[in-house]
């Protein structure tokens, strides 16, 4: 069975074909329950190592499990990164892309966002966030996340780390079965419609597997808690019985994938997910309607034979996007057609040789990895009076392509209890667009003339970026760690190719064709513990880090004076590199303890940000003067958020209570139209494993109702009030 996938792309709206055989898509991976238990243990789903490469010393990633996220169903996949230490998802509950940042850095690719190691770099201006990932939750099993950038794969063209979501495969559901299935089923109150999800296993013989799922879901309006209130930032209180819609979604999502075992040394695996999104986004009688697509597409082969020197990993993916929106008719002018594109494309291969040095051992891990970001906007305006140059859209999301490769070698030593890494990373990237510029002249009789011109845009560059650590082993499963790491980010074409005005209004937006990379320099340091049977069968587990980030270079939005293709002087509003050094330093603590019968777990994050404003207002000649921008340049997470989450399992471990209290710091931020008070939530949930193959689910989030607004959610909207789900999970 072939299937075919047509993508509109970039302004002409070509269609455009996934080079890879992509199997059918029907999948939805649900959120694993809690496996069977037999003799006592729990049984998780297994855990895909994606990298054959040792992670680098001290490197702070953490994993979120599938266990974790079954125990409260996410409502949006910002829910899933919600324990995290100084990882926060800026999400609008009118729109069901996610925006991950980490530790004070978000937006413009400064964090990889992936799913199953398919960039997705999405981006479209707006008041707020203007990177989005669109998942749908039931079809992750695991998100791994990396707050430093390394000398791997995933780490070229970034700033901040790196956030995985890896989705179904079929030895989640296999578990040494040939077949399999999964069925899961939740519903819920304020706004908790529905949710849905099938999915079906197979291991046709010794050598292929085969995994399909399919997932709905349905969200709607919400209110907000009632315990408290919510002020806007003009200090009236927010009426939450006033005709204010969240207007909600509707979402499908399917999911194929082949795994092909060539030989016992060689893995090939082909894969297919694909969304689909309607919602809308405004209030009142100003109601954008959306359709969204997108389609990731992968294709990996790995080879590990018997030689140490050999380890090799080869990817290939494709990701695409677009997204139609209607717009209706405002007080000013009449309703628009829009269409945002974007396709993405790349691929890696890399290799780990390991061999015996001395009294230590040797892992080299070497490779490349490149990518394209190909853009598009098409509008049409049903008066073509309102936008005549066609400028409105097309301008702030304008037309290009982005080119980055990056070639890498790191190498660890471990020599009795110590660990020795190093690593070097060259990225280079090129960049075109044009774009549509207003430009005023006047002539010697004083007699003014404008009107908009494509200005070609072109960038480049490329830098060494290194990084190195060590650890040592104080006891068994006792390790202290310091590390530095470096980032390298290249402008985007969204801030390089900045044009047009803004919609409505004569605000001129201005490309900035010498726009610098950002550099980040982070270092950091702590510990991490792991131990068993420390008092009963148990297992326990600390991390504690701290760290400081440097920015070079930081790119925000600011005003800036004159005139990018000859003219008279004008006001623009363009993207900057701020001068000095822009700071975000913190501490993180992680703990878990789990005992099998109870088990207790808890995580504390701090964040300092200090984003240097200072700028040049003159970026199209040799004219300097110094100005102070906005802190709309950027999205702060509050400074201090901590949770505290345990529970039991009795009756045999066949139902399992618990419950979680998070806390957040009272934060400032000027794109939040409410200020951005403190507040604690409490969460409660459970579990009963009916039979050997159902099990039932009950939580309930916001338990006392609190009103408050998440920092780094919508600008326009206050957080949900109390919501309760119940959801059915069935294995066969």
Request: charged share 20%; hydrophobic share 35%.
């Amino acid at each position: 069975m072939t299937l075919h996938f047509d993508q509109r792309l970039s302004a002409q709206r070509r269609a455009v074909a996934l080079p890879l055989c992509l199997l059918a898509a029907a999948a939805l991976p649900g959120v694993a329950v809690r496996a069977q238990e037999q003799d006592r243990e729990i049984a998780l789903d297994p855990i895909i190592v994606e990298n054959a490469a040792p992670a680098p010393v001290g490197a702070p990633v953490e994993e979120v499990t599938a266990e974790q996220i079954a125990r409260t169903p996410p409502r949006t996949a910002s829910d899933l990164l919600r324990d995290v230490p100084n990882v926060t998802a800026s999400e609008d509950p009118q729109n069901p892309g996610v925006n991950v940042n980490i530790r004070g850095l978000q937006d413009q690719t400064r964090v990889n966002m992936m799913i199953d190691g398919a960039r997705q770099n999405f981006q479209q201006s707006g008041h707020g966030s203007t990177a989005l990932v669109y998942i749908d939750p039931n079809m992750v099993r695991a998100v791994e996340v990396d707050k430093a950038v390394n000398a791997t794969v995933g780490s070229a063209a970034t700033l901040a780390g790196s956030v995985n979501f890896r989705t179904l495969r079929a030895e989640d559901l296999l578990e040494g079965r040939d077949t399999a299935g999964e069925l899961i089923g939740t519903t819920g109150t304020n706004g908790m419609d529905f949710s849905g999800f099938a999915a079906g296993a197979a291991r046709l013989n010794e050598r292929l597997s085969l995994v399909f799922a399919l997932s709905h879901r349905e969200t709607g309006d919400y209110e907000i808690g009632r315990n408290g209130s919510v002020t806007t930032a003009a200090g009236t209180p927010f009426d939450s019985n006033s005709d204010v819609s969240f207007t909600g979604s509707d979402s499908w999502s399917g999911l194929g994938r082949a795994t092909l075992d060539l030989s016992p040394a060689s893995r090939v695996e082909i894969g297919y997910l694909g969304y689909r999104s309607e919602f809308g986004t405004g209030e009142g009688a100003y109601i954008d309607e959306t359709t969204l697509s997108t389609s990731t597409g992968t294709l990996s082969w790995d080879y590990a034979p018997d030689d140490d020197l050999i380890d090799l990993s080869a990817r290939l993916w494709i990701t695409t996007l677009d997204s139609d929106e209607y717009r209706p008719p405002r007080p000013s002018y009449d309703s628009f057609s829009v269409d945002y594109a974007l396709n993405t494309w790349g691929g890696s291969l890399s290799n780990t040789s390991r061999f015996a040095a001395g009294p230590g051992d040797v892992a080299l891990t070497y490779g490349f990895e490149a990518f394209q970001d190909s853009t598009g906007t098409v509008s049409l305006a049903a008066t073509q009076a309102d936008d005549p140059d066609n400028v409105w859209f097309s301008g702030a999301n304008p037309v290009g392509e982005r080119d980055v490769a990056s070639g890498f070698l790191s190498g660890q030593y471990d020599i009795g209890r110590w660990s020795l890494s190093a690593g070097l990373r060259y990225d280079a990237y090129s960049l075109s667009g044009t774009a549509s510029t207003y430009v005023r002249s006047t002539d010697a009789g004083g007699t003014r003339t404008g009107g908009y011109q494509d200005v070609d845009v072109d960038s480049s560059g490329g830098r060494f970026v290194p990084s190195a650590g060590i650890a040592y082993e104080i006891a068994d499963g006792l390790r202290l760690f310091t590390r530095y790491t470096e980032g390298y980010r290249p402008p985007t074409i969204m801030e390089t190719v900045f044009g047009g005005q803004h919609i409505g209004f004569n605000a001129y937006f201005g490309p900035n064709p010498n726009l610098r990379p950002e550099l980040s320099r982070t270092l950091e340091g702590g510990l991490t513990w792991e131990g068993h049977d420390l008092l009963l069968q148990d297992r326990f587990r600390l991390g504690a880090t701290v760290f400081e980030r440097r920015v070079s270079d930081y790119i925000g939005l600011a005003t800036v004076y004159g005139s990018p293709a000859g003219g008279d002087d004008l006001s623009y509003s363009a993207y900057v590199n701020y001068e000095g050094t822009s700071r975000f330093q913190g501490v993180e603590l992680s703990a878990d303890y789990d005992a099998g019968g109870f088990y207790l777990r808890g995580s504390l994050a701090t964040l300092d940000s200090d984003i240097s404003q200072r700028y040049d207002a003159y970026i199209y000649d040799d004219r300097t003067s110094p100005a102070e921008g906005s802190t709309q340049a950027s999205v702060v997470p509050p400074d201090l958020r901590w949770s505290l989450e345990g529970g039991v399992r009795v009756f045999d471990r066949v139902v399992e209570l618990g419950g979680r209290v998070t806390h957040v710091s009272a934060s400032e931020n000027d794109l939040s139209s409410y200020n951005l008070d403190a507040f604690t939530t409490f969460d409660l949930y459970g579990s009963w494993q009916i039979t050997e193959t159902a099990a039932l689910r009950l939580s309930v989030e916001n338990l006392t109702d609190v009103a408050y607004v998440d920092p780094l959610g919508s600008s326009a909207y206050p957080a949900p009030g109390r919501t309760a789900s119940l959801t059915l999970h069935m294995k066969f």
